[in-house]
């Protein structure tokens, strides 16, 4: 049996223990999909709490890495195109800001499928990931993406350096939420990055999660939850700087980039993320307190407005089997009793059934075979894509239902 263990001291600063502001129960590991809906699966404390030290949000009990990352890990980036559009157009910068060419060496860390570095490999410039499950680390590679399966902190740094040289830039997306060891890890990016070369940090901001009262993307995966005003007392303890800060809106609910590097001057824009970081209270434990009772405001909402759709007799199906749904759903109390199924464009998902719920996981054709009256957007972070690509059920008279920020419909109201 896998044990969550309590967090003693804070991961980043070593301060006192988080003091806890959300509890959202016992729930299934969130991208543990199992096989077979009468299994038992192992669930554990999901708590949220906040260091008063260093301002890092963070939960209060953890699993340890492997038990998350698995050989089953059904991650697979590349299958939401705005990420990889994204991804593009931030190869597409770094290579024309910082001159890069066949000389230079970007690495990756948690690089997944090489949804990232296959533009850099596309444009001649010499690329290695860092990806520890297989899945996509297999992937990767069959795009000619070079890749090192394992976790990454200083020991693996120091073996890339030894056989690549120091990188010219080093990309994080969407990983430093998910590392246990906080320190180990920027130590690594801190030892990897050249001297004159620049690390990338991306990871939706935990101010856009109060604000769109987004409880969904927290789960056991996702250790920490970051401010500005963390990330910057934390990568100074290891000789890097915050020299830029880049927000965009529309990405996972609102994401932050943060540029790092060992030497340079702070850009405006730091200092005005900060002082609005610090305006909405990000700083201070107060900023968080009442998010508890949002949190079930909006969850009393959602189970409200399905119950009466099913009481109408309506059929209801859900879009995105991602980890956020498990959350969501799990720590909401619903279940196959109440949503039919939910699609994926991930065939590693289909087949599958969503963690700690037993609604079976199908391809996104079953909307048009099966036309529910409603679908539950659980990937709402990518509503856009999903509607503009699912315009025929919609003209079918569908309709998708989203739950954050606030339960509203898109499509024909019922």
Not at 36 to 42: F, R
Not at 198 to 208: C, D, Q
Not at 348 to 372: C, D, S
Request: hydrophobic fraction near 45%; include cysteine.
């Amino acid at each position: 049996m896998t044990a969550a263990e309590r967090v003693l001291v804070c991961r980043s600063c070593a301060g006192p223990a988080p003091v806890p502001f959300l509890t959202l129960g016992r729930l299934a590991v969130a991208n543990r999909l199992p096989t077979d809906p009468s299994a038992v699966e192992e669930r554990f404390l999901l708590e949220v709490g906040f260091c008063p030290s260093c301002a890092l949000v963070q939960l209060t009990h953890a699993l340890p890495a492997d038990a998350v990352f698995d050989d089953d890990y059904p991650y697979f980036s590349s299958y939401s195109e705005g990420l990889v559009r994204h991804a593009k157009e931030h190869v597409e910068q770094l290579i024309a800001s910082r001159g890069l060419g066949s000389r230079s060496l970007v690495v990756e860390v948690a690089s997944n499928d090489g949804y990232l570095l296959q533009h850099v490999v596309a444009a001649g410039v010499r690329a290695v990931g860092v990806e520890p499950t297989p899945g996509p680390a297999a992937a990767a590679r069959e795009r000619n993406v070079p890749t090192v399966q394992a976790f990454f902190g200083r020991g693996l740094a120091a073996e890339l350096v030894a056989e690549h040289g120091r990188a010219d830039v080093v990309v994080a997306n969407n990983v430093m939420a998910h590392v246990p060891d906080l320190d180990d890890f920027v130590g690594g990016l801190a030892d990897l990055v050249a001297e004159d070369g620049v690390v990338t940090v991306e990871n939706p901001g935990v101010g856009a999660l109060l604000a769109q009262c987004a409880f969904d993307t927290i789960y056991h995966e996702h250790y920490c939850y970051f401010s500005t005003i963390a990330v910057d007392a934390l990568v100074r303890r290891h000789g890097l700087r915050l020299v830029h800060v880049e927000e965009f809106p529309a990405l996972h609910g609102g994401t932050l980039r943060w540029h790092l590097a060992r030497a340079g001057e702070a850009s405006p824009a730091v200092a005005a993320q900060l002082g609005a970081e610090r305006a909405q209270g990000l700083d201070q434990l107060s900023a968080y307190a009442g998010f508890g009772k949002r949190v079930t405001a909006l969850q009393g909402d959602l189970r409200e407005e399905l119950a009466r759709r099913k009481g109408e007799g309506q059929a209801i199906a859900a879009y995105g089997a991602a980890a956020k749904g498990a959350t969501l759903l799990g720590s909401t109390g619903i279940d196959v009793t109440t949503v039919d199924f939910v699609v994926d464009r991930n065939e590693h998902k289909q087949g599958h059934y969503l963690p700690g719920t037993g609604i079976p996981v199908l391809p996104v054709e079953a909307l048009l075979e099966r036309r529910p009256d409603v679908v539950l957007l659980l990937a709402w972070n990518v509503a856009e894509e999903v509607v503009r690509q699912q315009q025929a059920y919609l003209e079918a008279g569908g309709a998708f239902l989203l739950p954050v920020p606030e339960v509203r419909t898109m499509g024909p109201a019922r």
